[in-house]
T-cell receptor
């Protein structure tokens, strides 16, 4: 079945770039999502990309998609303390959210 | 605009007790979802409701029931709680498709 995998932890220094990686297995056309979960809160959609795109940029966020390797990354430029959170990668059809598969989340911590 | 609200925020149950988790959204969304979040396992879909009057099983429905009371409200019931149901439960809703709006979660402990 479909699976989405992420590393569990990432620690970066404040001001550096953070790169969070994700791999997925579904080979059909799909959307790939990045959600952010702050402590004690629900998930919030950061950005998403369709599987026929290579890159999407939105201010400090850059999403890169390598469709051949089924590898997705989220780069956060100039990482700030407010970026401390758990970041979830997810994949699935836009038309049917019930079929979205979530990764286990990467906890990003920021060092001063 | 409150978005998606959930009650209670925290709950402790003894094995065998029952309870209902409440969820409501004020965005006029058609579809609503219940997930559980366990450490190292991401979110797993318990049940969902594509529209008012319909409900369907997700990945992990055993031990749970749901009710789509109206377009706004979608409740999750544990009839006989078990320690394996200790988790954080999230409700979510969507308008037409993939962008989901999540509630703040209910942290449930079953002893």
């Amino acid at each position: 079945g479909e699976d989405v995998e992420q590393s569990l932890f990432l620690s970066v220094r404040e001001g550096d770039s953070s790169v969070i990686n994700c791999t997925y297995t579904d080979s059909s056309s799909t959307y790939l999502y990045w959600y952010k979960q702050e402590p004690g809160a629900g998930l919030q959609l950061l950005t998403y990309i369709f599987s026929n795109m290579d890159m999407k940029q939105d201010q400090r966020l850059t999403v890169l998609l390598n469709k051949k390797d089924k590898h997705l990354s989220l780069r956060i430029a100039d990482t700030q303390t407010g970026d401390s959170a758990i970041y979830f990668c997810a994949e699935g059809p836009y038309s049917s959210a019930s079929k979205i598969i979530f990764g286990s989340g990467t906890r990003l911590s920021i060092r001063p | 605009n409150a978005g998606v609200t959930q009650t209670p925020k925290f709950q402790v149950l003894k094995t065998g007790q029952s309870m209902t988790l409440q969820c409501a959204q004020d965005m006029n969304h058609n579809s609503m979802y219940w997930y559980r979040q366990d450490p190292g396992m991401g979110l797993r879909l318990i049940y969902y409701s594509a529209s008012e009057g319909t409900t369907d099983k997700g990945e992990v429905p055993n031990g749970y029931n749901v009710s789509r009371l109206n377009k706004r409200e979608f409740s999750l019931r544990l009839e006989s709680a078990a320690p394996s149901q200790t988790s954080v439960y999230f409700c979510a809703s969507t308008a037409l498709g993939g962008e989901q709006y999540f509630g703040p979660g209910t942290r449930l402990t079953v002893t």
